[in-house]
Each structure stands twice: as C-alpha cells, then as structure tokens.
C-alpha cells in the first residue's frame, strides 16, 4: 500500500479513497510558586518575582508586552478581548468560545494592564467590569506581531528516482499496532517525504478501509468515500482501462476551492495479480521545481502553487 500527500499520481491501484483531518492543540502551561516561610522573605520573593516578569503596557492600539531588553510582543486590543480565557468567555471544559466577536466595539481599550506571576491581567471598560486573565505561555505561543513560536525542525527530503532503492516503508503490523508507534513511523514518512508504503497489508477492500481509518475518517467525493475500481471502463476514466499513465497530479479538482474540499491523503491499493497492472510511478514535483527546473518556469510553478 502507497500513502502519499497530494501533488503526484500513483498508477497502480484498485482501491483509493480521500480522507483529511486536522488537529491543533495547544494549551497554557500552568504555574507554580512556593511560599516562604517569613514575611521578609515572602518580601524578598516578591520583588525577585516582579523583576523577572514581562513588562506590559497600553498603546493606541495595542498591548505591548516586554519579554526581555530585545523581544517584545504586540496584541491589538480588540484581539484581547476575542481571546478573553475567562469562564465566561471560554468553556474551561468543552474549550469553545462563549464570546460573539461582533458584540465587541471595533474600538475598544483595556482601562489597564498589569503583570501577574499568573500572566497578564487587563481590566475591561463595560457596565460590568471585566477581568481577563492571559498566561504567559499561552501569550508567547500565541504570539503574531511579531510570531515568537518555533518553527517546524520536521525535515523535508525532496528525493529522485533513487528513493525506489530503499523507499519509506512501514509495514501492515506495524500501522496497526496499539502502541502506536508504528503509526506515528508512518505519519512521520508522510510528513518527511509525502509518501509511504505499507507493506503485508491483506488483499481485502475491509483490511485498506481499516488501514486508512488509522489515520482519520475517509472524505466524501463525487466518487464516493471508499471505493474499487477495475479496468472495465465503467467510469470515462484512463484509470479504468490498463493504459499506462504517465506522471501526473491527481485530485486536483478537491483543491483550490475551499480548505475544506481539500483531500488531505490518498491512498492506493492494488488488490490484483501487480502483473496486470503497470509499475508503481512515485515522483516529486518539489523535487523537479526545486533541482531540475528552469529557474523561470520554477517560479511560475511557485506562483501557481501558492
């Protein structure tokens, strides 16, 4: 079996499907203090503690917060106010916002900021006053003027033909083991290469579907969710026919549209004798634009790819 983003075709195969999900999480960390045991200590403490947090201040339009002498951070304050973590404004359980942005006025300003071990405080101008409270972590991940999150580290392999020689694989027991690290070995060959083989996978339509479910459920298109095809010409498709296809891009009409009409993997499954069907054609259009494409038409590839 063949795992591979979009952005090439893979030519054999009786079972495909297109499937996507997307997960994001991210969590303020908590913080802890211990107490001292005297008054002069706690005094002590005290001042050390306000010393070393961010400063935080109020502009025309934003907050400005100081994380040392060279970083800073900036937050509109209508973005603040969006992103109030308060019980009122944010289910502590379910996660979901309880706030309707549009009742928030276009121009409004914290009365005042202050830096708390905790996070920021900003006192809200309302008929009832409002307090949010921001933890430092969450402010830092979450920070966009300027980005102070870490990118990626995932490294990005463009390969050539040479990849067929040891080719990213992981094998069916491995995927679907419960510990799951198989199918962290998996993901992480997409991530790394866009593709992946399973190898040992059962010639049966149940055991792909069950493979392909490992990852997230299986998208709905105008072909359907899961389904198997053969070269009888039922479809006004090459893929139903044994003519070799040459590379290509597949799927492109899920993409461009809207982020949710994208497939986000497609799988591939010869069911059949592989002697009927022509050889297996991964190819990298990354590695083509990036190598060996003229620096003109690579740019062209990039605009349309953007």
């Known amino acids: 079996m063949l795992l591979r983003l979009n952005g090439g075709r893979v030519l054999s195969g009786k079972a495909r499907f297109s499937s996507g999900s997307i997960a994001r999480t991210a969590g303020p960390s908590s913080y802890a203090s211990a107490a001292e045991t005297s008054t002069s200590a706690a005094a002590r403490g005290s001042s050390v503690a306000s010393a070393s947090l961010p400063t935080s201040r109020i502009d025309e339009k934003k907050v400005v917060l100081g994380w040392d002498e060279t970083k800073y951070s900036r937050y509109h304050h209508i973005w603040l106010r969006d992103h109030c973590r308060c019980p009122e404004c944010f289910h502590p359980i379910t996660k979901q916002r309880l706030v309707n942005t549009f009742e928030i006025p276009p121009d409004i300003k914290p009365t005042r900021v202050q830096s708390n071990p905790e996070g920021l405080e900003v006192h809200w101008p309302s008929t009832q006053p409002h307090v949010s409270l921001y933890p430092w972590s969450w402010l830092r991940y979450n920070s966009y003027d300027p980005p102070l999150s870490q990118p990626s580290n995932t490294e990005k392999i463009l390969w050539g033909s040479k990849i067929l020689q040891d080719p990213p694989t992981v094998t069916y027991a491995e995927a679907m083991a419960e510990d799951n690290k198989g199918l962290f070995k998996w993901l992480s060959h997409v991530d790394k290469f866009g593709f992946c083989f399973i190898s040992g996978v059962p010639a049966t339509p149940e055991a792909t579907e069950e493979l392909s479910r490992r990852i997230g459920f299986i998208r709905e298109t105008q072909y359907g969710t899961f389904w198997d095809f053969t070269s009888d010409l039922a479809k006004g498709d090459t893929a139903y026919t044994t003519l ?15 982020y949710h009409s994208r497939s986000g993997n497609v799988a591939y499954h010869a069911l059949a004798d592989r002697s009927m069907w022509p050889p297996t054609l991964p190819s990298s259009s990354a590695h083509w634009r990036h190598r060996r494409c003229h620096p003109a038409r690579g740019r062209l590839l990039r605009r349309l790819h953007s």
């Open 244 to 258: 070799a296809l040459s590379a290509h891009t597949d799927t492109t009409y899920f993409v461009g549209h809207s």
